[in-house]
């Protein structure tokens, strides 16, 4: 939608690439499209076509593994997923990854059954398209590499060496064909950008945080230009995120990734009746009724090495990470099904009803949140009423009820408010007709965008799911919003924002937003102003982490030494009331600018 228009283009700054995309981003859509989003609407269109897509693939692989009916059984599930419904018409990376992931297998599957170079083309393309969708793409290698081991382990002796090296000619064949295609995307460039922009930082500064291992083996890709630098810039990115992002869970904060995230995360996303005919298709498996042999490990290899790399990963910010193994278990229900309903068996008449009012179950469940499909949890956790308690991000809370905010808004003019919102700034909500003073949030940590917060609010409060949570913070501690957990919201706005009336105190919030003003004084070379805010945010909130850092900051820049390793003192006894993990966020960098001073 964007090609044949004349779209105004913010300008370079030079800033670090993450904030210039977040917030150059933000200013683009704003300017050319406003708040009538009509060609964010056209864009949200274009994905809407991989939702179709992905539920064509699912119905001709589902259909060629176990049937017609699988097949029918198969896209009823999928289309009625709320997982694959919350994100089939969002302009990200996730519902593209997803269909290209399948489509990839299912062309895999097609030519190890029967081997042309048609079938392995198509194979190569399946899988450019896939990696040029999202770094995770990349996962594909080692899928193959499992569903090759196993096709030579179940082959005749007699013929397991020319298997072997056919099918590893393919996988060299497949990786060098995906990745022309990947470099065709990039227009066969490697810079990352056009002759004469620079990007901050650099490809080989922005590797200095990884271990040695990848940091050697991303700066040789480089070196060789084996890969796109957007897409090596991209996969540092991504490793250096996991070192340290934070998780919620449960309803309790972890300065890491744990590794049971996810599958709890599907255990509370996923549709009862899904889940159910999930545990009938491997009930159908073990009793000999479902003896696709090929076809299951096409399904159940791929799922396993997915979810296997995605607990380990250390990115546990929402479902829609794991959104192709949805697609997956769609086709393994199906199959289960028809296998059960199938069998010559006196209890034929009941699987088959069992298993219809399990598909009827996920259904109805799946319309029973229409259409806020995002925030969906089955009723065994509370529902989508209570996922905000245990889950965060993606799962309930990804900037989609900014509308709603602002016609409750209207429902309720003359009412000034307050407004911590999870996707501020890299959303303006002032571009949806909402004009709320701005809370302090992680993000406006880095980014700006929050007002300067007195000790005592007055409602209305709009208070996200993701910031009620406190999900970006390593620790509950440092959430200024923590007391909000215990209070009754008035309203709740697509499960996701919750509007609290009311006198409220917030010195933390206060403090915070002091602390991150300050952090933006003294970029902007404004050390004296900076200092006079950070006295103000520790008076507020005395011993405050980040009061107390801000305080050292503003100390140090003009001078006064003794008041900053006073700050520093307290700042480094608060981050020692944390836990150990979360410790390692700050301790490090605050004895170290103190060890400067004694």
């Known amino acids: 939608p964007t090609l044949d ?20 981003g933000r200013d683009w859509l704003a300017r050319n499209d406003g708040a009538s ?137 497949l990786i060098v064909g995906g990745s022309l295609v990947l470099w065709a995307f990039f227009g066969f460039r490697y810079a990352a950008r056009p002759t004469g922009l620079h990007l901050h930082p650099s490809l080989v500064a922005y ?5 040695h291992f990848d940091r050697s ?18 996969l540092t990115d991504v490793k250096l995120m996991a070192q340290f992002y934070p998780t919620f869970i449960l309803g309790h904060n972890y300065a890491h990734g744990v590794w049971w995230y996810f599958p709890v995360a599907i255990l509370i996303k996923t549709t009862l009746g899904l889940l ?39 990115m546990d910010i ?52 229409f259409p806020n499909y995002m925030a969906y949890a089955n009723r065994a956790w509370g529902g989508p009423e209570n996922v905000h308690n245990l889950l965060s991000d993606a799962n309930v809370d990804w900037a989609q009820q900014l509308y709603q905010v602002h016609d409750w808004q209207l429902r309720h003019p003359s009412q000034s408010c307050w407004f911590a919102y999870f996707a501020n700034p890299e959303v303006d909500p002032a571009v949806y007709g909402i004009h709320c003073k701005m809370l302090p ?16 609010i007055h409602g209305p409060v709009f208070i996200s799911a993701g910031d009620l949570s406190g999900c970006e913070l390593p620790s509950a501690q440092l959430n200024p919003y923590r007391s909000f957990q215990h209070l009754k919201p008035v309203a709740s706005i697509d499960y996701g924002v919750f509007v ?12 915070m937003s002091r602390a991150q003003h300050v952090s933006q004084l003294l970029r902007h070379n404004h050390p004296n102003q900076a200092l006079v805010l950070a006295r103000q945010a520790v008076k507020i909130d005395p011993g405050d982490l980040s009061a107390e850092s801000a305080l050292a900051d503003a100390a140090l820049a003009t001078g006064h030494t003794e008041e900053a390793r006073a700050a520093l003192k307290s700042a480094i006894t608060a981050a020692k009331r944390l836990s150990p993990a979360a410790q390692r966020s700050y301790l490090p960098s605050l004895q170290t600018k103190l060890r400067k001073l004694q």
């Open 5 to 24: 228009k004349k779209l105004w283009t913010p300008p370079l700054q030079g800033r670090f690439f993450k904030e210039e995309s977040y917030l150059d």
């Open 276 to 314: 159910a005919l999930v545990a009938l298709s491997f009930f159908a498996i073990l009793t000999g009724r479902l003896r696709k042999g090929r076809e299951l490990a096409f399904l159940l290899i791929p799922g396993g090495v997915y979810l296997a790399i995605a607990m380990v990963a250390g």
């Open 500 to 511: 609290y009336q009311g006198t409220f105190a917030v010195p933390q919030a206060a403090a």
């Open 217 to 234: 083996v991303i700066l040789t890709f480089a070196h060789w230009h084996l890969l796109p630098q957007s897409e090596l810039m991209g």
């Open 207 to 211: 590797t200095a945080g990884l271990s």
């Open 37 to 173: 989003q009509h060609l964010l609407f056209q864009m949200r269109m274009m994905t809407g076509l991989l939702a179709i897509g992905l539920s064509l693939v699912i119905f001709v692989a589902a259909r060629e593994f176990f049937g017609t009916g699988a097949a029918l059984f198969a896209l009823v599930i999928a289309s009625f997923d709320p997982n694959l419904l919350a994100h089939s018409a969002l302009v990200t990376t996730d519902m593209g990854v997803t269909c290209f992931f399948l489509a990839s297998i299912y062309a895999f599957y097609r030519y190890v059954k029967k081997p042309t170079w048609t079938r392995l083309i198509l194979t190569a393309i399946a899988a450019g398209l896939l990696i040029s969708s999202k770094h995770s793409g990349i996962l594909f290698a080692p899928m193959m590499l499992a569903l090759i081991a196993w096709e030579v382990a179940t082959t005749s002796h007699g013929q397991r060496l020319r298997t072997t090296l056919r099918l590893a000619g393919a996988f060299i064949f």
């Open 441 to 456: 949030t992680a993000d406006t940590g880095w980014l700006g965008g929050s007002a300067i917060v007195p000790p005592v």
């Open 318 to 369: 929402g479902s829609r990470h794991v959104l192709p193994l949805y697609a997956m278990a769609a086709i393994l229900a199906g199959g289960g099904i028809m296998a059960l309903a199938r069998r010559n068996h006196r209890w034929i008449r009941g699987w088959t009803i069992v298993c219809t009012l399990l598909v009827v179950a996920h259904v109805a469940s799946a319309l029973s949140v």
